[in-house]
């Protein structure tokens, strides 16, 4: 996604500012405070939850904002992605249609999109009269939260 972002800023003579803020919306507002005394011309972030502090500074900074990964929750001014929900309940609906029946869902980091895809799961789940299974996790995915979920202690 980076890639395509800096191929259309680079081609209008943008400079691409990163910020990682883990989807944690303090995190965001202290790089947001950050970026904006950059004097910076627009914004894209990947998450649609913000403190009311960094609505603020928004709003008074007057840039464009894109948001990512979501087209169904409202947005402060554009958003391009999908409709979590419709999607995971598609590729679980997929799933069952091939034969399988048991079903898990693995989500990491419980953001506000990583729910709403269980809701799409269970959806489809519940609409073939089986039973969802999930199996949550407040840290970032990875291969080692992966294998202490589902072995503790294993190394």
């Given amino acids: 996604m980076l890639r395509g972002i800096e191929a259309v800023t680079d081609a209008h003579g943008y400079q ?8 944690k919306p303090e995190m965001e507002q202290e790089r947001l405070e950050s970026m904006l005394s950059w004097n ?3 914004l894209i972030l990947t998450e649609r939850t913000h403190t009311p502090r960094t609505l603020k500074m928004i709003e008074v900074a007057g840039i464009p904002v894109v948001e990512l990964m979501d087209s169904q929750s409202p947005c402060l001014d554009i958003a391009v ?5 419709e999607a995971a ?8 249609a091939r034969g399988h029946r048991h079903i898990a869902y693995l989500g ?9 895809k269980q809701k799409g799961y269970e959806q489809a ?8 299974y999930s199996v949550m996790m407040e840290q970032s995915s990875s291969y080692s939260s992966g294998i202490e979920t589902h072995a503790p202690g294993a190394t």
């Fill in 16 to 23: 691409t500012m990163l910020a990682h803020y883990g989807y």
């Fill in 40 to 42: 910076i011309d627009g």
């Fill in 81 to 85: 992605g999908f409709d979590n929900f």
């Fill in 89 to 96: 309940r598609q590729m679980t609906a997929a799933i069952i």
């Fill in 108 to 116: 990491a980091r419980l953001d506000e999109r990583t729910i709403i």
């Fill in 125 to 132: 789940m519940r609409d073939a009269g089986l039973v969802p």
